[in-house]
C-alpha cells in the first residue's frame, strides 16, 4: 500500500477538453485517490483549465511538443517528486482505472521494470486494413530487434518501474515513443511484460494520425528503432 | 542512340561515381542520427532521396523507363533532376521548420518574460516583508 502512494500517474494531454475532467474524476474517486500529474501539451482548448480544477498535479508546456515530451517529462518530475512507480494514461478516456492495478501489479511486485497493458480483445478486429498492416510491420520490427512477439505494442497503457524511470528520465524518443521505447528497454536491459486489460473506445475526437503523418510514423519508427540498435547507451 | 548514351564507358564511370556519392550520403546520414546530431524527423528525406537515386542510376532500364515517361531525352539529367527535386523539396521542408521553431521561440521568450516578472514580484513583496519584520518584532 505504501508503495501505492508513491505511484504517479501521468496523463499527457493535447487538446482533450471534452475528455479530461470524467478522466480524473474517475482516477481520483479510487481510495486511496490515485496521485495524478497532467502534462498540458501546448493544447488550444481549455484541458489545462479543466485539469486544475482537480487536485492534481499540472505541468504546461509552452507548445505542442508531442506525447513522447510529454512522457520524457513525467518520468524526470517523478523522479524528483520521489515517485517510485509511473502509470502512463491516456488522457481520451481509452483507459480504465480499475485496470490500472493489474498493470502495475507486475512492477509493484519487482518481477517486471515496465508493464504494458494490451487490449484483451483482438486489437486487430476492428481495425482498418492500414492500421492492421502497419501493426503488423511494427510486431516484425520488435521481433527481429527484441527477439520477442509483443501483442500490442502501441498500447500506451504502461507502468514502470523506478529503474524504468530513471533510465526513461535520462534517454526517451522524441516522437511516437511506444515501439521505440521497447527497443529502448531491450538496449537498456530492462524488464518488459504485458498485462491484459479492458479498455474503452475513445470517448470523443479523433485519431490525430493522418495518411502522411501514418508512413511518416512508419518509417520514423522503423529508422529510429534500426538506429537504437546502432547507438552505445 | 539512348541506349549507347546508358551504357557507354564514360557513362559507367559517371555512375560508379554516382553510386559511391550517394551512398557516402546515406552512409553519413545515419552515422548522424547514431551521433544524434541529426534528428529522424530532418534525415528521412535525405535517406528518401538516396533510396529513389540508387536504382535509378543501377540500373538502366529504369532510367531509360523514367525518362520516356517524363519526356527526357538525355537520359542522366533524369538523375540530375531528381536529385533536384529533392534538393528543392529539402529546402522548403527546412523553411517550414525554421518559421515552426521561430514561433516557438517567440512563445518561449514570452514564457521565460512572464516568468521572470512573477519572480520580480514576489522578490519585492519578500523583501518588503522582511523590511517591516523587525518594526513587528519591536513594537510589542
Known sequence: MADEARTLFVIPAYNEGANIGP?????????????????????EDDTLEIARRYPVHTIDFPFNLGVA?????????????????????????????????????????????????CRIEHPEATSSFARQFGGRILSLLLLL?????YRDPTSGFRAYSLAAIRRFARDFPDEYPEVESLVLA?????????????????????????LFGSVYYMVKVCLASLVIMLRRY | MREHLVTSDLIMRQRIVAVVFITLIILVTIEFIRRRTLKERYAILWLTAGVVLIP??????????????????YPPFTILLTGTVFVVVIIFHYSVAITKSRRHEA???MRIVELEQRVDELQRKSDASSATEPDDRASP
Open chain 1, 69 to 117: 515530451s510529454a512522457l520524457h517529462m513525467g518520468f524526470r518530475y517523478a523522479l524528483e517528486r520521489g515517485f517510485t512507480q509511473v502509470v502512463q494514461f491516456d488522457g481520451d478516456g481509452q483507459h480504465i482505472p480499475a485496470e490500472a492495478a493489474k498493470v502495475l501489479a507486475p512492477v509493484l511486485a519487482g518481477s517486471f521494470d515496465i508493464a504494458v497493458g
Open chain 1, 145 to 149: 530487434l527484441t527477439g520477442r512477439a
Open chain 1, 186 to 210: 531491450r538496449k537498456f536491459g530492462l524488464r518488459v511484460t504485458e498485462t491484459p486489460v479492458q479498455m474503452r473506445p475513445r470517448r470523443a475526437g479523433k485519431s490525430s494520425i493522418s
Open chain 2, 56 to 73: 535509378l542510376v543501377l540500373w538502366p532500364g529504369f532510367l531509360l523507363w523514367v525518362s520516356g515517361l517524363l519526356g527526357i531525352a
Open chain 1, 23 to 43: 478522466v480524473l474524476e474517475d482516477l481520483l474517486r479510487a481510495a486511496p485517490p490515485a496521485q495524478v500529474l497532467v502534462v498540458n501539451d501546448g493544447s
Open chain 2, 107 to 109: 512563445k518561449l521568450a
